[in-house]
Every structure is written in structure tokens, then in C-alpha cells.
């Protein structure tokens, strides 16, 4: 695989690869979806494993369960998805990395699939199937059809799908692209799929909340994500199309 400039970051500890995996969980300020998410991982990870919840800027950080399989810890950073994810890579052991949204939720096959994913030997960015919660709309069900045609047919998996890659792969494609404004986990596929990184599906399910449809209407938030995908993939498509000329 080749390597992309870096973002600035420093992977030294997180190429170390002390541990199998970490998890590695971007908190909004003020975000409560995170506690359900910790128990069912403090439950089900095996113990060559950990937890890391990144705080944005001088957020108060909460107390953790003592007693857990896996090793759990909270580090601050400074506010943004991109920031935040990594700074938790940087402060990972593991020899894998997995990106995970705190409104996300386990399904039963999800840890299982997991397990058998970071035991390969080939390097790969993995991705889950997407579901929605029943907290919004009947109608996200497409969103969720969709977002699945997507990632299996097209390679572009979205961060609500749990993007999983070895620590070492995600120092070569330099991290998330903390410049942006959206779409930083839509960029890294993107840098992964130039640099000829395999896009493959874990083979379980990820269960996401549906509440942005319910908050901000169906039509409204479908379109909008139509667009700004449309407006970050089409200059992206253009130059691996111009790279592997």
C-alpha cells in the first residue's frame, strides 16, 4: 500500500500494537448515547482489547465502570470528529482500529464477525452493514438499503458503518482529515481506495440511531446527504480516475 502525507499526528504508540484492538469512540459535547454502547463492548470484547472514549475540548469526564474485560480510558481533545478520532488513534495499543459513533449499537453477530475480521493476516478496511434504531421514521429503512448498496457495490462505506483498518494502514493513509467540515470518514475510503487498500465488509451488522430523521424530517435530511456526498465524492472519483490513468 502506499503511503499519503501525513496529517500531523503521531502513530507511535498506536503502531506499537500492544493489544488486538481498540475502539476508538467520538463524544460530542454534552453526548449520553455513549453509556449503552460502553456496556454491551465492556461485555463482549475480549480481553486483548480496549476502549478508548474521546472528550471534545474541557468536557468533564464521567466515571467508568471498574469492572470490565477490557481496558476502558478517556482522553480530551480538541472538538471535531476528525480531531477527536485522532487523538484516540494516537493514544491507541491496538494493532487495530475501530472507529465507532456513540449512538451505535452492537447486533448480536457484530462482535463475533469482528473477531474473525482482525485474526486475517491481509490487510483491509472493514466496514458493517448499516441499520437504523426505531427512533426515527419508517422510511430511514431505505437509507439503511441504500447505505449498504453503496458500501458493497460502490466502496464507500460511511463512519455509522464502523470503519475498522490495522493501525499501521491508517498511519499510512494519515489519519482523518481534520480540514474539513464533514465528511472526514468519506474522505479517509476515498485515501484508502488510492492507495489500493481492499474496502471489505466485516459480514455482520452495526445498528445506528435514526433520530436526525425524525429531528430534521425525513426529505430534508435524505437530500441533504445526497448532496454533500455527491458534491465530496465527484472531485474525488475524478482523481483516482486521473491516478490510475
Not at 6 to 11: E, F, L, N
Not at 202 to 216: N, W
Request: net charge positive; hydrophobic share 40%.
Amino acid at each position: 500500500m502506499n503511503a499519503s502525507p501525513a496529517s500531523g499526528i503521531d502513530h507511535d504508540t498506536a503502531a506499537a500494537g500492544s493489544l488486538r484492538l481498540s475502539v476508538i469512540v467520538p463524544l460530542a459535547p454534552g453526548e449520553t448515547a455513549w453509556r449503552p454502547l460502553l456496556d454491551q463492548l465492556s461485555e463482549g470484547l475480549p480481553h486483548d482489547s480496549e476502549v478508548i472514549l474521546v472528550h471534545a475540548g474541557a468536557q468533564a469526564l464521567p466515571p467508568l465502570p471498574s469492572s470490565t474485560r477490557s481496558t476502558l480510558r478517556q482522553i480530551g481533545s480538541p472538538p471535531g470528529r476528525a480531531r477527536q478520532q485522532n487523538s484516540g488513534a494516537q493514544a491507541a495499543r491496538g494493532r487495530w482500529l475501530w472507529f465507532v459513533h456513540a449512538d451505535s449499537r452492537l447486533q448480536p453477530e457484530t462482535l463475533a464477525a469482528l473477531q474473525r475480521f482482525t485474526q486475517r493476516a491481509d490487510d483491509a478496511l472493514g466496514f458493517f452493514d448499516l441499520s437504523f434504531s426505531r427512533d426515527g421514521p419508517r422510511l430511514a429503512t431505505l437509507n439503511a438499503c441504500g447505505a449498504n448498496l453503496r458500501s458493497h457495490w460502490l466502496k464507500m462505506p460511511f463512519g455509522d458503518q464502523g470503519l475498522l483498518l490495522p493501525a499501521h494502514c491508517f498511519t499510512a493513509l494519515g489519519g482523518f482529515d481534520e480540514r474539513v467540515r464533514y465528511g472526514e470518514d468519506h474522505l479517509l475510503v476515498w485515501t484508502a481506495r488510492r492507495a489500493g487498500l481492499p474496502i471489505v465488509g466485516v459480514g455482520a451488522a452495526l445498528q445506528t440511531s435514526a433520530r436526525k430523521y425524525a429531528r430534521h424530517g425525513w426529505w430534508r435530511t435524505t437530500s441533504r446527504h445526497l448532496w454533500l456526498t455527491l458534491i465530496q465524492a465527484w472531485p474525488q472519483w475524478r482523481r483516482l480516475r486521473r491516478e490510475r490513468r
